[in-house]
């Protein structure tokens, strides 16, 4: 149809005239109460916004010297996180004359790593920032399908 002859026809029946697919060929229009059209694209705009999965980055920091009973204690909570689908960000901070030993904290995140690899990747191999080391897991694919989006309460 022309496009001055649908306008025309919107006119007469006291709606608007919309354009609804415009990347298509030709542009897709359709006559409609506006107002009611702009209404429902917010509803589908909201209700898609629910159903969407958010992934928060968790932390969990260590120190050189970090004990054993505190490293499976945190390891578990990580193991948690992932879990859950979260990414985890495991960090090693050093302090004055542990910056010598390096080795120390790459040992650790590549225990976590091997502690860590049935359930997770390392997206981010482990890298010095200043006086931190540090690392960061992502569950793995399949894991990630079966998160639930988050609910409101």
């Known amino acids: 149809m022309d496009s001055r002859d649908a306008v025309q026809r919107a006119r007469q029946e006291g709606k608007d005239l919309v354009e609804v697919a415009p990347n298509a060929k030709p542009p897709v229009c359709r006559i409609i109460d506006y107002g009611k059209f ?16 958010t992934v ?21 909570r990580a193991r948690g996180w992932i879990a859950d689908g979260d990414k985890v960000r495991a960090t090693i901070a050093f302090r004055g004359r542990e910056m010598t030993h390096r080795e120390l904290g790459a040992n650790l ?27 960061i897991f992502v569950p793995k694919k399949q894991q990630v399908a079966t998160k639930q989006p988050a609910k409101k309460e």
């Open 56 to 76: 928060q980055v968790k932390e969990i920091k260590f120190r050189p010297g970090t004990d054993d009973h505190d490293y499976q204690y945190r390891m578990e």
């Open 109 to 135: 995140l590549a225990k976590l790593r091997d502690d860590l690899v049935d359930i997770a990747d390392v997206e981010v191999t482990p890298k010095m920032e200043g006086y931190q080391m540090f690392v």
């Open 38 to 53: 702009l209404y429902e694209e917010k509803k589908k705009a909201a209700e898609a916004k629910k159903k969407q999965v």
